[in-house]
């Protein structure tokens, strides 16, 4: 039986590791810093998996960090069996990273704003940014995303359909028993959100290794 090589990596293929996962841990914070500082302190839902942490908090009194690990962790698993292994360390890392900073800036930071719908503007740009730096390395946010992946993998269909009908429900049911004005600021939130996420995504960054600048431009 012959033996298999054991696996090297090239330094330019650890730098360029390095780079992802430094990326990663970055949006990883951003996203983590707009839900526990801007969002999730008034109700607001980031998402599908936002209103069943929210929901999930008020029941049970659960940290909002955990139950958002919990959460996306389940969808991962999900990802893994049903869409393959692809990204899932990333993802795995970054919805780490993301609940860890949840608690952190909900235990020693607060809102400088006084008024929710501040807080949901500044909390939806800071998400979309942390989230299309994530998407921008192949990695998820996590979520009920993943659902809608899979039910669009087997119904060949686009995943904007059922995404939108599963957060739908998500928030309808979070505003029905939390505060009927959560489903007007979660559909704010996402558009906002969203809004950012395709500008970032859709950018081309170059960096060039003898000047050490970079140079943006629309794909």
């Known amino acids: 039986m012959r033996k298999k090589k054991p696996v090297t ?4 293929r ?9 990326f990663i841990l970055l949006g990883a914070i951003i996203q983590g810093c707009a ?4 969002l999730f302190p008034n109700s607001i839902p980031s998402g599908g998996a936002g209103g069943l942490t929210v929901l999930f908090h ?3 009194n659960i940290p909002l960090s955990i139950i958002l690990w919990i959460i996306n962790a389940s969808m991962l698993l999900f990802a893994i069996h049903f869409l393959g292994s692809s990204s899932a360390v990333g993802t795995l890392f ?5 609940s860890l900073v949840v608690n952190i800036s909900q235990t020693y930071l607060s809102t400088p704003f ?16 942390g989230i299309g730096i994530l998407l921008r390395q192949g990695v998820s946010n996590g ?7 899979i039910i669009s993998k087997y ?6 359909k059922p995404l939108f009908w599963i957060n739908g429900v998500i928030f309808v049911i979070t505003a029905y028993i939390i505060d009927w004005r959560i489903v007007i600021q979660a559909l704010v939130c996402q558009w906002l959100s969203t809004q950012i996420v395709a500008f970032l995504y859709n950018l081309k960054i170059r960096l060039t290794i003898s000047t050490p600048a970079f140079a943006w431009r629309k794909k």
């Open 58 to 60: 008020y029941f049970f």
């Open 14 to 22: 650890l730098r360029r590791i390095c780079r992802k996962y430094s």
């Open 114 to 129: 006084s008024n929710v719908w501040m807080d949901m503007l500044i909390g939806s740009l800071i998400l979309g940014t």
């Open 94 to 98: 970054g919805i780490t990273i993301t």
């Open 143 to 149: 979520g009920i995303g993943v659902i809608a992946l």
């Open 9 to 12: 990596y090239s330094p330019y």
């Open 155 to 160: 119904k060949n269909i686009n995943p904007g």
């Open 35 to 38: 839900m526990g500082i801007f």
